[in-house]
Each structure stands twice: as structure tokens, then as C-alpha cells.
């Protein structure tokens, strides 16, 4: 009984003494590991907020929730195709 004792304070003595694990890991500034190891980025729900009607090169307009890459004047308004 006093061996299961000895092994089972050792065991914990062990877990205790382990520090633990720094938010970054080696990943750099701004990035941390996830459940697998990978770095990913601290912040990962960011999303661009588009303009209305204002030209985005190598993507077109954005119009009610849609890229359209042509437009025109239509009776004192925007058109898009």
C-alpha cells in the first residue's frame, strides 16, 4: 500500500512540476497553437467590410450582396451586369 502512496504522490509531484504551456509556442507574435499543433492566428473571425458601389480591382462592384464587374448610368442612378 505505501508503494502505490509513493507512486501515486510521485505521479502527481511530476504533473505539478510540469509548467504550463505558453500561449504562443514557438508560433510567433499574434498566433498560437491549436488541438493539432498548427499555428493559427489569434484573431480568426475578422471579415472586410465592402463599400457599396466602389470598385474592387480584381473582384468588380459589390452590389446587395453580390460582385458585379460592369456598371452603368441609368435615369440619374448606378446600374449593375
Known amino acids: 500500500m505505501k508503494a502505490f502512496a509513493i507512486v501515486g504522490l510521485a505521479t502527481v509531484l511530476a504533473i505539478g512540476a510540469a509548467s504550463s504551456a505558453d500561449a ?19 484573431m480568426r473571425n475578422t471579415r472586410e467590410v465592402f463599400v457599396v458601389g466602389r470598385y474592387y480591382p480584381g473582384r468588380g462592384y459589390w452590389y446587395n450582396g453580390t460582385w458585379w464587374h460592369r456598371r452603368y448610368r441609368y435615369h440619374h442612378s448606378w446600374r449593375y451586369r
Not at 488541438?35 to 493559427?40: A, I, L, S, T
Request: a positive charge; hydrophobic letters at 20%.
Open 24 to 42: 504562443r509556442q514557438g508560433c510567433g507574435a499574434g498566433f498560437h497553437r491549436n488541438m493539432r499543433g498548427r499555428c493559427v492566428p489569434n
